[in-house]
């Protein structure tokens, strides 16, 4: 089984500060990197996504870097809000994705 | 707005017992996906289906069988409901393959 590798777990950040959640991938065939927020109660929601010819992607404060030679990728969060507050999958794939574990993300106001 | 609808929120049932899943779009994607959700282990594919009728194995089909007779409709069947089944189960639509997969709201599944 392929796998995605995602960390931390969790984590706390100030109001204001930055949050960087890190994932890393095996299979070099993999082609497309998203990046999914879920709310309690609710399903995840497609965050952002990178495709491997490029090595940064930024929406808002929102962003994926790429490191294709480490098989890396990381979400920044500039300016966290305490409504960015939720849980955080990365994922890869081509045909189909697969997910990391998780990381929850608590913002302290 | 796009819509992928899940028929409950939560649901209990006894060990033995066959439990059906029902997932309905209404985004007319092509291809729709079953995912399990647990605390620690993040989001598994169980099946996932690109045409109607038509139905792959993802990472964790033991246990489970789907169908697909309509393109709006993706069920998930537990076929003898085991307490290790427990679960959460989210659907998924998409009508590129991986890209954007909009997903419902889940069900909890509760196996006593």
């Known amino acids: 089984q392929q796998q995605v590798k995602q960390s931390p777990q969790s984590l706390i950040v100030q109001k204001g500060g930055i949050s960087i959640i890190n994932c890393a991938y095996e299979?070099?065939?993999?082609?497309?990197f998203p990046w999914y927020q879920q709310f309690p109660g609710k399903g995840p929601a497609l965050l952002i996504a990178i495709r491997p010819d490029v090595s940064e992607k930024k929406e808002g404060r929102f962003t994926i870097s790429f490191n294709k030679s480490a098989k890396q990728f990381s979400l920044h969060i500039m300016d966290s809000q305490p409504g960015d507050s939720a849980t955080y999958f990365c994922a890869a794939g081509y045909s189909t994705l697969t997910f990391g574990k998780g990381t929850m993300l608590l913002v302290s106001p | 707005d796009v819509k992928v609808t899940q028929s409950s929120r939560y649901l209990v049932k006894r060990t033995g017992e066959k439990v059906f899943l029902e997932c309905v779009q209404d985004m007319d994607h092509e291809n729709m996906f079953w995912y399990r959700q647990d605390p620690g282990l993040g989001l598994r594919l169980i099946y996932f289906s690109y045409d109607v009728k038509m139905k792959e194995k993802g990472d964790i089909p033991e246990g489970y069988s789907v169908s697909r007779e309509k393109k709006e409709r993706f069920s998930l069947i537990l076929e003898s409901a085991s307490t290790n089944q427990t679960s959460m189960y989210l659907c998924?639509?998409?009508?590129?393959?991986?890209?954007?997969?909009?997903f419902g709201s889940g069900t909890q599944l509760s196996v006593l």
């Open positions: 998924a639509s998409s009508e590129q393959f991986v890209e954007k997969l909009f």
């Open positions: 299979n070099t065939a993999f082609d497309y």
